[in-house]
């Protein structure tokens, strides 16, 4: 992947405000019913199961379908009771679940035909600087059948990326994919994520996406807002449904700072936070978002003077809910993030937990979100 400095370079992307929408939309039983606020910088998740109404939402943003409401991007307002801006003059680009590519043409075609919908004074990204963002050097002569999956996602977000979004909406784009080729795509999604200011909404139902590339959280539900704000928050509230699943646990933006080569660890800091991940990732000064699973984490009052666990960090109870039959969660501050610990309702009986206290949190294992 080349260095995404030529990306800035060629593309300034600069943000400002918030993007805001209200809708009222009722489709047989089915009723959206929406007010959301959300920074227009950063990749904005929402997250929910089939149904609730994500891929309706993101629909009515892009002007695809209409409903009652208003919207404004940034100070523009795209829709609202008098005005409603059709789709080809909203400044978007949209990814599908599917690739979507135009059958006839070569990859440069497909990548030609975003480019060219804007006015040259209006580019704000070279085609040569995506083609060699996106690695389609080797891939440009070729027809859409001709490419993988993976490569096929590669290139709809380099035709969207070309159209100089100032919003880019993703609607599932992994979720047609089959493990080998998502593991190729997420790491140009993780660039993306890091390197481009533009705001983004990503649409999607599964939580190892929303963990790794997210920065903000939108819970939708049953055609309804559930929640709204930071990604962490949402992650770890005790009163959401996040909390509760099997794979809870908590995200930490960090930096890398050193390799251990002969135990291969790399350590990472937060702060004044310092963790050691088993195996060797990224080079010292490069970021790493790392995932701690709530069943990971295991809680003492005193830091032992000889374990097994690597990490062991000062922390603060929040508080406490029920889990499943026999469990308990504990929500931890930790620096100035939060952590998740599941343990058994005996533990926190034995521990005398409450909130306040001040505890050792033991993390069995940290994992490259």
């Not at 943000?15 to 009222?24: D, P, S, T, Y």
């Not at 804007?118 to 389609?136: F, K, N, Q, S």
């Not at 995932?291 to 406490?320: C, F, G, K, M, W």
């Amino acid at each position: 992947m080349p260095s995404t400095g030529a990306w800035r370079r060629h593309a300034s992307c600069k943000a400002g405000g918030m993007i805001e929408a209200r809708f009222q939309s009722r489709l047989g039983a089915f009723t959206l019913d929406v007010d959301v606020s959300v920074p227009s910088r950063g990749v904005t998740a929402l997250f929910g199961v089939s149904g609730s109404g994500k891929t309706t939402l993101l629909r009515l943003i892009a002007g695809l379908d209409r409903a009652p409401g208003s919207l404004s991007v940034a100070g523009e307002v795209w829709q609202d009771a008098q005005h409603f801006l059709p789709t080809h003059r909203r400044a978007l680009g949209y990814v599908f679940q599917e690739a979507s590519l135009f059958p006839h043409l070569s990859v440069r075609g497909n990548l030609e035909y975003g480019w060219k919908r804007v006015p040259a004074t209006e580019r704000r990204i070279g085609l040569e600087a995506v083609v060699d963002w996106l690695g389609l050097v080797p891939l440009l002569g070729r027809r859409s059948h001709q490419l993988s999956g993976g490569q096929r996602q590669r290139v709809a977000i380099g035709r969207a990326l070309l159209t100089s979004p100032r919003l880019l909406l993703m609607d599932e784009p992994l979720s047609a994919l089959d493990a080998a080729s998502r593991a190729e795509i997420l790491p140009y999604l993780e660039s993306l994520h890091r390197e481009l200011d533009l705001p983004i909404l990503y649409v999607s139902h599964a939580l190892d996406e929303v963990s790794r590339l997210a920065d903000h959280l939108l819970l939708i539900d049953a055609g309804r807002i559930s929640y709204q704000g930071p990604l962490v928050d949402g992650l770890t509230r005790l009163d959401l449904p996040l909390a509760h699943r099997d794979v809870a646990g908590t995200v930490i933006d960090t930096t890398v700072v050193a390799h251990d080569p002969q135990f291969q660890l790399t350590r990472v800091t937060h702060r004044d936070l310092v963790l050691e991940l088993p195996g060797v990732f990224g080079a010292p000064g490069q970021p790493l978002r790392v995932r701690i699973a709530a069943r990971d984490v295991s809680l003492t009052l005193e830091r032992p003077s000889q374990t097994s666990i690597l990490n062991l960090l000062p922390a603060r109870v929040i508080e406490l809910a029920d889990d499943a039959p026999g469990q308990m969660l504990v929500r931890l501050a930790l620096a100035d993030t939060v952590l998740l610990a599941r343990i058994t309702r005996k533990s926190a009986h034995v521990l005398n937990l409450q909130p306040g206290m001040a505890v050792v949190a033991q993390v069995k294992s940290v994992a490259v979100a």
